[in-house]
């Protein structure tokens, strides 16, 4: 089993929409959590951290599920600009960061 | 804007050539990553240095060589490189290795090899 996994999508949803995606890890002892969103042919720029009694920033909503072991991302209104690949990333302190290998998403007209 | 400044943005080179790709942090970050990302791949780890030393070489093959001077530079000095190894080139930098503050990345490095 992969440390992290995603669903690679793509997702393809329309404008205004509301869309989630989730992430699971395999490692009881992971500690820390990010979600990352990454442009075609640029860098991963970090787009929230995730906290275990959940979090918001606007329209994007993080989770934590500690005893099913994954974490989700919710995006409302979804905007054009919202089109990208969401990468997971989980981390156990002291050890190196892992990457989930994305789920693109592409918000349509 | 990022606190982390990669140089150059654009590299080609050919096989025989030797080239250096260099990152710098402002962050006071001290620990320093370089990711290589294949097109529509997942990053992958190359090295770590943590406080300037050397913390994981993720069975990176010896035609790339870190240098990390300082916990504030990383260098990738590149020589004899096959054309599988182009690829974006990334690095990054946190507060400590893996801990619980996020890592930053640079712009990165795209790299042709020829």
């Known amino acids: 089993r992969k440390e992290v996994e995603q669903d690679p999508g793509p997702f393809n949803v329309p404008e205004g929409a509301t869309v989630a995606f989730n992430c699971t890890y395999s490692?009881?002892?992971?500690?820390?959590f990010f979600w990352y969103r990454q442009d075609c042919r640029k860098e991963p720029k970090l787009l929230m951290s995730v906290y275990s009694s959940g979090n918001e920033d606007g329209r994007f909503t993080a989770q934590l599920n500690r005893a099913s072991q994954y974490i989700s991302l919710l995006i409302r209104d979804s905007k054009l600009s919202d089109s990208a690949t969401y990468l997971c990333v989980v981390n156990i302190y002291g050890q190196n960061f892992v990457f989930g290998p994305g789920t693109r998403l592409s918000v349509l007209p | 804007e990022t606190g982390v400044t990669q140089t150059p943005r654009h590299l080609v080179m050919g096989m025989t050539n030797k080239k250096s790709l260099k990152c710098e942090q402002h962050?006071?970050?001290?620990?320093m990553y370089w990711y290589k990302q294949s097109a529509k791949k997942p990053l992958e780890l190359m090295f770590v240095?943590?406080?300037?030393?050397?913390?994981e070489n993720n069975s990176v093959p010896s035609r790339f060589s870190p240098e990390c001077p300082n916990s504030s530079h990383l260098f990738l000095h590149l020589h004899t490189l096959q054309p599988e190894d182009s690829a974006l080139y990334l690095c990054a930098s946190s507060q400590g290795q893996g801990g619980f503050q996020p890592q930053h990345f640079g712009d990165g490095t795209r790299l042709s090899i020829l």
């Open positions: 962050l006071g970050h001290n620990a």
């Open positions: 490692n009881s002892a992971s500690q820390s």
């Open positions: 240095y943590n406080f300037k030393e050397q913390t």
